[in-house]
């Protein structure tokens, strides 16, 4: 298993990210050795607002009922009692003029239903991550971004809208994704208005963190360079007569 605390410590300071990135694994079997959780929370990406915040646990399906979308993008069934939530949210959504009734077939899910979903800062990842969540500013997202394309990982096109937890399977099967969020998520996180969502799948993110430093020095070089070409060549124009 790779260095996670260090991996961490390095991006946060390259992409001078205030958040910690969330690790988040999807397990075919529940963990042992690993504390479960015990309690309720409104949607699935309120895991990540704890996990952000240091907590490490795992989750089973069931932890997952309070949100019909969050359970259909991680292909979870919800309890029979409940299993017309999903409609409900739907119809309130397309009521409300929210989202087209076209949409839902292009939104993401998992491939498999999981036994269990691990949730922890990186650095405390006590598995592999399946994904890796950075909740950051446009900036810090720039720059993930094009060391996610120097090595290949990800479309510098692919930007993701409602609903957030769909950007999580859209990592794992394209490498990497940018997500604007979306209402419920911001209430649900914390998000703030100035910061979005990029995701990386566990299996490239030691490739695209190796690409950040090149990345941001980089960025520092061509920003002296347009910084220059700016004061060279901008000039105020004439005056109105």
Not at 108 to 129: F, G, K, M, N
Not at 138 to 151: G, K, Q, Y
Request: aromatic share 6%; with cysteine.
């Amino acid at each position: 298993m790779a260095d996670w605390r260090s991996l961490e410590r390095r991006l946060t300071d390259q992409l001078r990210v205030s958040r910690r990135p969330v690790a988040v694994a999807f397990l075919d079997r529940e963990p042992t050795g690993l504390m479960k959780f015990n309690g309720s929370e409104p949607s699935g990406c309120s895991f990540w607002r704890l996990a952000s915040a240091g907590a490490t646990f795992y989750t089973v399906p069931s932890d997952h009922n309070n949100c019909a979308v969050g359970a259909y993008t991680h292909r979870i069934a919800l309890a029979p009692e409940r299993a017309n939530e999903l409609e409900q949210t739907l119809g309130l959504m397309l009521k409300v003029g929210y989202i087209r009734a076209e949409e839902v077939a292009g939104i993401h899910q998992l491939p498999s239903t999981p036994r269990a979903i691990v949730y922890s800062p990186l650095a405390e990842a006590p598995v592999d991550p399946s994904v890796v969540l950075f909740a950051c500013q446009p900036a810090a997202a720039m720059l993930l971004n094009e060391a996610a394309m120097s090595v290949g990982v990800g479309s510098g096109a692919y930007l993701l809208g409602r609903p957030t937890c769909m950007a999580l399977p859209a990592a794992m099967a394209n490498g990497a994704v940018t997500s604007l969020g979306c209402i419920g998520n911001r209430v649900y996180t914390d998000l703030a208005d100035d910061e979005l969502y990029t995701v990386v799948s566990g299996a490239h993110l030691v490739r695209v963190a190796e690409a950040v430093e090149a990345i941001v020095a980089a960025n520092s070089q061509l920003a002296e360079y347009a910084q220059q070409r700016r004061q060279q060549l901008s000039q105020p124009p004439p005056p109105q007569l």
